[in-house]
Every structure is written in structure tokens, then in C-alpha cells.
């Protein structure tokens, strides 16, 4: 239960990210980001926001 669930914030946070930059024409695919890009993503919003 618990892989489904952490699979399902990143999902949701994926979709928040999506819809709020530009650059990522409307999709974001959290296992096509580099670890980098995962990081700075994880630390580009609050976890409030989604």
C-alpha cells in the first residue's frame, strides 16, 4: 500500500508541476527528470501547495 500511494503524490505532484510551468508544455513524466531535476523539482514547491 505504500508504493501506491507515494506512486500517486508523484503523480499529483507531477500534474501540479505540469499546469504551472511553461516549460513543460503540460506534461511531466517524474521518471524522465534527472535526479537533479527531481531534486530542484521536490524543492520548487512547498509540499502545501498540492
Given at each position: 500500500?505504500?508504493?501506491y500511494?507515494?506512486?500517486?503524490?508523484?503523480a499529483?505532484?507531477c500534474?501540479?508541476?505540469?499546469?504551472?510551468?511553461?516549460?513543460l508544455?503540460?506534461?511531466?513524466?517524474?521518471?524522465?527528470?534527472?535526479?537533479?531535476?527531481?531534486?530542484?523539482?521536490?524543492?520548487?514547491?512547498?509540499?502545501?501547495?498540492?
Amino acid at each position: 500500500m505504500r508504493r501506491y500511494r507515494t506512486d500517486r503524490s508523484l503523480a499529483k505532484y507531477c500534474n501540479h508541476l505540469a499546469k504551472h510551468y511553461a516549460g513543460l508544455k503540460g506534461v511531466c513524466n517524474w521518471l524522465d527528470l534527472t535526479p537533479q531535476r527531481q531534486a530542484k523539482a521536490l524543492a520548487s514547491e512547498p509540499v502545501s501547495e498540492i
